[in-house]
Structure formats: structure tokens, C-alpha cells
């Protein structure tokens, strides 16, 4: 590598110290204000960390499609210090971003060398991918911080062999465990590296097999609790699973292994093509590396590839491939999110191509800069860092943070009416249009009210109070209440939020007591089990092919005591033969009038 000892007095520590300010200002730079709103799933951790403070001690937490618990007891934590805000979710995430920055430096100064490390330190520090995500309050930004951890802690035992560098080892390889769903790769990534030291250096394994041996005995010890909780809770284990991934989406139809290969052609192409096209984790489709950094990148693969049967460069190399897995392995490849683990292992390369091209410089450079090598290319590499530093910045606070989509996914509109819960007037009931329910965007930070709150789905219906009592509707503009809208109209509106292009982003429409909407009304009045009575509908007599056809009706609820009530709408004809039907669940019994709205699109050979 080139000569970094021409930087003189300047230690590593220093330089790295520099790196982690950076790290920490593009991290926690206004973390109160971007990303706007809060996600579902970021509210969800924050929902389980309050019940935590109330006194639940889970091993791992079912609610919301299971969640590995370490993330949610750290949110605890943080938000005992600074509070229920949005900010003490994502600071976690935050530092836990910064932190890996600094395992990052270690892992690859002890594979690949300082000049390495603190370059691949420097580009994790500044690059846009793990910038946005670990502004995000997700646990999966607990992983890049662990990878690095285990790859560092497992070299360092090998090389050090000693018990006590392999028992700390194994218990944060463990540990890891508790993280995040694409942390499991991890065993897997120590598994194949260890079995490569058995194939390709024998004596390596045989002078180290009692540490290694510890060092599994140790993982295995730490992980057990959880272990234990799959093995009674197996649900547990397989639920997100079951639910992102690619080979069940492929056994329906598709061709199971022609679908994995084209998600692992997507997670490759993710470095240099095309990059994650969710708006929540990326701008859409932008690669993780612009032309240059992806050069540097390739070359850095290259560098690695040829030194293959080098344990150091075959461990970055299968620590990034292992951890793309978990994308390549699921639907909506590439996922930013899901691979993570891979960040610090895809800069740590960057890095060994940045410092290949230094060392090639400064040996051709002529005699009278040859003395000065070092310093000019350590220079060259901090214009280069800058340079991607405020394009990151320019890319995520101007554009990404900015944008009018950027609010609407992370539920800008959400959490802005859930703000406005405690200013409404308490001589009223508040119902909160929402697609799920009860929301835990709402939940969390809808803070004294929440309790007092109703749902109903303004996508398929409208709802009314008993009659006399007061009702306000917080009315998010996401999704569109495309069945409530014709009732709500009517209704007078006294608040109202703004997205950043002026747009609303919620209304909140008052119903005075003494007045009531009309619903829909028949001659065909109709009782379900004692607990629901129909007191209307608007069913067309007419259907035409290729066209919606839309039936409401209007319903009361007679018992309030019965919890939740499921209703099925079927088209049937004139012999009998059931053409359409739609079940609606969800539907809450608390005392409402309510009018579900049921929508097919009729087949073309309908008759």
C-alpha cells in the first residue's frame, strides 16, 4: 500500500476519529425532521419498546410478522433518555450506522491493511446507501455493525488463538442472532470460511481446533434462549420467511429456480445497474455506486478474486456474498435493506481498488514526486471521499428527504394526523381512517388519545356514531377514502395538514351531534345473528363486461359485545352460480352505522 507513514504525526486514530465525525453528522444531522413521519414498521419497534418499559421481558416478539429482540430493547432504552419521539427510534439505528463505521475500520485494517480500513471506513461513513438506511429506525442496521464485528473478532482469535479471544468471539457471533432475520447468514458465512481453512490449510485448523471449538460451544450457549423459543414457537421462526421469500412466490406458479436466479442476477446488479427501487430505502433504482466508485469497486473484486487462496481476501470475498443472500434470496430484489450485512465487505472492496490505484500512481510517478507519493495519494483519497460525502448529503436532504413520495411512503400523512389526536376536543367520539388497524404509527405517536380512538377502513366503508353523540374523523390522504369520500364531503372540515408541495396530507372532518349523514336506504331490511341489522343498499341493476361493479350497504350494529364481524358479499346468477365474492373481515362492533363498500372487475365474458 502506499506510504501512509508520510502523513507524519497524524496517527490512525485520529484519521479515524475524523471519519466517525463525518459518519455521525450525515447521520444524526436533523434525525428529528428527515426522513418525515414514521413508517409502520418503525412505530411497530417503538409500540413493543414502550411495552417493554411497562414490564414485558420477550425473548423475541411475535407481534407485527416477529421480530428479533435486541433492536427493540435498545429503542427501550433510548427512548427512557430522550423520550417518545420518532428521534429515539432512529437514533438507534443512527448510532448503530456510526458504530459500524468503526468495526468496519477494524475489520479491514486487520484483513487487508490500516490503508484499507480507513479507506473502507471513509466510504461507509460517506456512501448514500448505508447513509439513508441508518437514518431509518430499523433492526436491520443492527447487522452491518455485527457482520463486521464477527469477521473482526474471528480473525483475531485465529490469529491470536487464545480462549478468551475465541469465547468473546463466539458469544458475539451468538449474540448476532438476536438481531435481524438476514443474520442467520451469518453462521453460515463463519461455517464456509472455517470449512475453506479445512480444505485449503489443514495445519491452520488442526493448531486451532480447541478454540474452535469454544468458539461454537460459546455461540451456541448465547443463542439458546432464542433457539429455545423457535423450538416451541416454530411459527415464529418461519413467518417472515414464509412471507418474503422468493422460492414460495416461485412454487406458485413460476419457475422456482429461474425466479432465484433472476433475484440473484438483481442483488449482483444492485452494485452497478440498478439499484433498489422502493422509494422507503433508496432513490429509486439508483445503484449503490455512481460510474467511478463502482470502477474502483470492480477492480477492488478483482484485486481479491486473483488473491483468492489469501484467508484474508477469501473472507471479505464470502462475507459480501454471503450476505447478499437474504436478498437474492427474496422477493423485491434488490433490497437495500435485506443485504446490509453486505455494506461493509462492498466498501472494504472499494476500498482495496481506491488503495490498488494509489500504489500503481505512486509507482509510476516520477522521481520528484516519488518522496511525495504518499501524501498526494492520501490527498486524492480524501477529494474523493469529499466528493462522494456531498453528493450524499446534496442527494439525501435535497432530493430523497425533500421529496413529496419520500413523505408519503414513510407515512407523512399517518403520523401528522396522529399528532392532531390530542388537540381535538374530548366531547366527542374520533374515528381514524387507516388500512390496518389498530396503526402503530397512530400508536405511538398519537400519545393521550390513542386510547380513545376508533378505526374503520375509508377504503371500503363508512362509519357513523350512535345517534347524538359528537364524532370527529382524521382522515389521513393516504390511501384515497375512495368509499368514504362521498360522505365526508358533506361534513365540515376543521383541521387540515400540508405535505411539502402544499398538498394536504390529512383533514380532519367534524360531525355536529344533531346531524347525520344519509346513508342508503331500502325496502329490505335483514338481521345477521342478533348482531348486525342492513338498512340499506345500492346494488346496480345493471352490470357491464370490463367495468367495476361497486355494491354498498348500509348496516347497524345491534351488539356492540362480539368483537369483530365478517361479511361476504356474492354475485350470483339467475341458476345460482357464483360468479364473485369478496370477504371483508375487520369490521368492528363498537356502536356505528356503517356502510361497507364491496368492488369486482367483472370478466369479459361476463353475460
Given at each position: 500500500?502506499?506510504?501512509?507513514?508520510?502523513?507524519?504525526?497524524?496517527?490512525?486514530?485520529?484519521?479515524?476519529?475524523?471519519?466517525?465525525?463525518?459518519?455521525?453528522?450525515?447521520?444524526?444531522?436533523?434525525?428529528?425532521?428527515?426522513?418525515?413521519?414514521?413508517?409502520?414498521?418503525?412505530?411497530?419497534?417503538?409500540?413493543?419498546?414502550?411495552?417493554?418499559?411497562?414490564?414485558?421481558?420477550?425473548?423475541?416478539?411475535?407481534?407485527?410478522?416477529?421480530?428479533?429482540?435486541?433492536?427493540?430493547?435498545?429503542?427501550?432504552?433510548?427512548?427512557?433518555?430522550?423520550?417518545?419521539?420518532?428521534?429515539?427510534?432512529?437514533?438507534?439505528?443512527?448510532?448503530?450506522?456510526?458504530?459500524?463505521?468503526?468495526?468496519?475500520?477494524?475489520?479491514?485494517?486487520?484483513?487487508?491493511?490500516?490503508?484499507?480500513?480507513?479507506?473502507?471506513?471513509?466510504?461507509?461513513?460517506?456512501?448514500?446507501?448505508?447513509?439513508?438506511?441508518?437514518?431509518?429506525?430499523?433492526?436491520?442496521?443492527?447487522?452491518?455493525?455485527?457482520?463486521?464485528?464477527?469477521?473482526?473478532?474471528?480473525?483475531?482469535?485465529?490469529?491470536?488463538?487464545?480462549?478468551?479471544?475465541?469465547?468473546?468471539?463466539?458469544?458475539?457471533?451468538?449474540?448476532?442472532?438476536?438481531?435481524?432475520?438476514?443474520?442467520?447468514?451469518?453462521p453460515i458465512l463463519v461455517a464456509v470460511f472455517l470449512l475453506g481453512q479445512l480444505l485449503f490449510d489443514r495445519d491452520w485448523v488442526r493448531r486451532r481446533w480447541r478454540g474452535i471449538g469454544l468458539y461454537g460451544l460459546v455461540a451456541?450457549?448465547?443463542?439458546?434462549?432464542?433457539?429455545?423459543?423457535?423450538?416451541?414457537?416454530?411459527?415464529?421462526?418461519?413467518?417472515?420467511?414464509?412471507?418474503?421469500?422468493?422460492?414460495?412466490?416461485?412454487?406458485?406458479?413460476?419457475?422456482?429456480?429461474?425466479?432465484?436466479?433472476?433475484?440473484?442476477?438483481?442483488?449482483?446488479?444492485?452494485?452497478?445497474?440498478?439499484?433498489?427501487?422502493?422509494?422507503?430505502?433508496?432513490?429509486?433504482?439508483?445503484?449503490?455506486?455512481?460510474?467511478?466508485?463502482?470502477?474502483?469497486?470492480?477492480?477492488?473484486?478483482?484485486?481479491?478474486?486473483?488473491?483468492?487462496?489469501?484467508?484474508?481476501?477469501?473472507?471479505?470475498?464470502?462475507?459480501?456474498?454471503?450476505?447478499?443472500?437474504?436478498?437474492?434470496?427474496?422477493?423485491?430484489?434488490?433490497?437495500?435493506?435485506?443485504?446490509?450485512?453486505?455494506?461493509?465487505?462492498?466498501?472494504?472492496?472499494?476500498?482495496?481498488?481506491?488503495?490498488?490505484?494509489?500504489?500503481?500512481?505512486?509507482?509510476?510517478?516520477?522521481?520528484?514526486?516519488?518522496?511525495?507519493?504518499?501524501?498526494?495519494?492520501?490527498?486524492?483519497?480524501?477529494?474523493?471521499?469529499?466528493?462522494?460525502?456531498?453528493?450524499?448529503?446534496?442527494?439525501?436532504?435535497?432530493?430523497?428527504?425533500?421529496?413529496?413520495?419520500?413523505?408519503?411512503?414513510?407515512?407523512?400523512?399517518?403520523?401528522?394526523?396522529?399528532?392532531?389526536?390530542?388537540?381535538?376536543?374530548?366531547?366527542?367520539?374520533?374515528?381514524?381512517?387507516?388500512?390496518?388497524?389498530?396503526?402503530?404509527?397512530?400508536?405511538?405517536?398519537?400519545?393521550?388519545?390513542?386510547?380513545?380512538?376508533?378505526?374503520?377502513?375509508?377504503?371500503?366503508?363508512?362509519?357513523?356514531?350512535?345517534?347524538?353523540?359528537?364524532?370527529?374523523?382524521?382522515?389521513?390522504?393516504?390511501?384515497?377514502?375512495?368509499?368514504?369520500?362521498?360522505?365526508?364531503?358533506?361534513?365540515?372540515?376543521?383541521?387540515?395538514?400540508?405535505?411539502?408541495?402544499?398538498?394536504?396530507?390529512?383533514?380532519?372532518?367534524?360531525?355536529?351531534?344533531?346531524?347525520?349523514?344519509?346513508?342508503?336506504?331500502?325496502?329490505?331490511?335483514?338481521?345477521?345473528?342478533?348482531?348486525?341489522?342492513?338498512?340499506?343498499?345500492?346494488?346496480?341493476?345493471?352490470?357491464?363486461?370490463?367495468?367495476?361493479?361497486?355494491?354498498?350497504?348500509?348496516?347497524?350494529?345491534?351488539?356492540?359485545?362480539?368483537?369483530?364481524?365478517?361479511?361476504?358479499?356474492?354475485?350470483?346468477?339467475?341458476?345460482?352460480?357464483?360468479?364473485?365474492?369478496?370477504?371483508?373481515?375487520?369490521?368492528?362492533?363498537?356502536?356505528?352505522?356503517?356502510?361497507?363498500?364491496?368492488?369486482?372487475?367483472?370478466?369479459?365474458?361476463?353475460?
Amino acid at each position: 500500500m502506499f506510504a501512509w507513514k508520510r502523513w507524519g504525526a497524524v496517527s490512525d486514530g485520529l484519521l479515524l476519529l475524523g471519519v466517525l465525525v463525518v459518519a455521525a453528522f450525515l447521520r444524526l444531522s436533523r434525525l428529528d425532521e428527515v426522513p418525515p413521519g414514521l413508517h409502520f414498521d418503525e412505530a411497530a419497534y417503538g409500540v413493543l419498546a414502550l411495552d417493554v418499559l411497562r414490564g414485558d421481558r420477550p425473548i423475541f416478539f411475535s407481534a407485527y410478522a416477529s421480530r428479533e429482540p435486541l433492536f427493540v430493547y435498545l429503542v427501550a432504552l433510548s427512548i427512557s433518555l430522550v423520550g417518545q419521539t420518532p428521534l429515539a427510534i432512529r437514533l438507534v439505528a443512527a448510532l448503530a450506522g456510526v458504530l459500524a463505521v468503526a468495526t468496519t475500520y477494524w475489520a479491514g485494517r486487520l484483513l487487508l491493511g490500516r490503508a484499507v480500513g480507513l479507506l473502507g471506513a471513509g466510504a461507509m461513513a460517506v456512501s448514500f446507501w448505508p447513509v439513508l438506511t441508518t437514518r431509518l429506525g430499523y433492526r436491520a442496521n443492527l447487522v452491518p455493525l455485527f457482520v463486521a464485528l464477527v469477521v473482526a473478532l474471528l480473525w483475531r482469535a485465529g490469529q491470536r488463538n487464545r480462549f478468551l479471544d475465541w469465547a468473546v468471539a463466539g458469544g458475539v457471533l451468538g449474540l448476532s442472532l438476536y438481531t435481524y432475520l438476514s443474520a442467520r447468514t451469518i453462521p453460515i458465512l463463519v461455517a464456509v470460511f472455517l470449512l475453506g481453512q479445512l480444505l485449503f490449510d489443514r495445519d491452520w485448523v488442526r493448531r486451532r481446533w480447541r478454540g474452535i471449538g469454544l468458539y461454537g460451544l460459546v455461540a451456541v450457549l448465547v443463542a439458546t434462549p432464542l433457539a429455545l423459543h423457535f423450538a416451541y414457537h416454530p411459527d415464529d421462526f418461519v413467518e417472515r420467511m414464509r412471507q418474503a421469500a422468493v422460492v414460495s412466490v416461485g412454487s406458485n406458479g413460476a419457475d422456482g429456480r429461474g425466479t432465484v436466479l433472476d433475484h440473484t442476477l438483481r442483488t449482483l446488479g444492485m452494485f452497478a445497474i440498478r439499484g433498489d427501487e422502493d422509494p422507503k430505502y433508496n432513490l429509486p433504482g439508483q445503484p449503490v455506486f455512481d460510474p467511478l466508485p463502482a470502477a474502483l469497486f470492480v477492480l477492488g473484486l478483482a484485486v481479491a478474486v486473483r488473491r483468492g487462496r489469501s484467508s484474508a481476501e477469501r473472507l471479505v470475498l464470502l462475507w459480501l456474498l454471503v450476505m447478499l443472500l437474504p436478498g437474492a434470496l427474496s422477493v423485491d430484489s434488490p433490497h437495500f435493506l435485506r443485504t446490509l450485512g453486505a455494506a461493509p465487505a462492498a466498501h472494504l472492496l472499494l476500498a482495496l481498488g481506491l488503495a490498488t490505484v494509489l500504489r500503481w500512481v505512486s509507482r509510476g510517478a516520477p522521481p520528484a514526486l516519488a518522496r511525495r507519493a504518499g501524501w498526494l495519494g492520501g490527498a486524492a483519497a480524501v477529494v474523493v471521499l469529499t466528493a462522494l460525502g456531498l453528493q450524499t448529503a446534496d442527494r439525501y436532504f435535497r432530493v430523497w428527504g425533500a421529496s413529496v413520495d419520500t413523505f408519503v411512503v414513510q407515512m407523512g400523512d399517518v403520523a401528522a394526523a396522529a399528532r392532531v389526536l390530542d388537540e381535538l376536543p374530548g366531547d366527542g367520539a374520533i374515528y381514524v381512517a387507516t388500512t390496518y388497524a389498530p396503526h402503530p404509527t397512530v400508536a405511538y405517536v398519537g400519545s393521550r388519545r390513542y386510547g380513545a380512538v376508533r378505526w374503520f377502513d375509508p377504503t371500503k366503508t363508512f362509519v357513523l356514531p350512535p345517534p347524538g353523540t359528537p364524532a370527529y374523523y382524521v382522515v389521513p390522504s393516504t390511501p384515497a377514502p375512495v368509499a368514504a369520500e362521498p360522505y365526508l364531503a358533506s361534513l365540515p372540515v376543521v383541521r387540515e395538514g400540508r405535505r411539502p408541495d402544499g398538498s394536504a396530507s390529512y383533514r380532519v372532518y367534524a360531525l355536529p351531534a344533531d346531524a347525520r349523514p344519509r346513508l342508503l336506504s331500502t325496502d329490505r331490511w335483514a338481521r345477521v345473528a342478533g348482531v348486525l341489522q342492513l338498512r340499506g343498499g345500492d346494488i346496480p341493476t345493471r352490470v357491464t363486461a370490463g367495468q367495476d361493479l361497486v355494491v354498498r350497504t348500509a348496516w347497524q350494529v345491534l351488539e356492540r359485545s362480539v368483537g369483530e364481524v365478517r361479511l361476504s358479499m356474492r354475485l350470483v346468477d339467475e341458476q345460482g352460480e357464483v360468479w364473485a365474492q369478496v370477504d371483508e373481515g375487520g369490521l368492528g362492533t363498537e356502536a356505528w352505522e356503517g356502510v361497507p363498500c364491496w368492488r369486482w372487475s367483472i370478466a369479459s365474458e361476463f353475460q
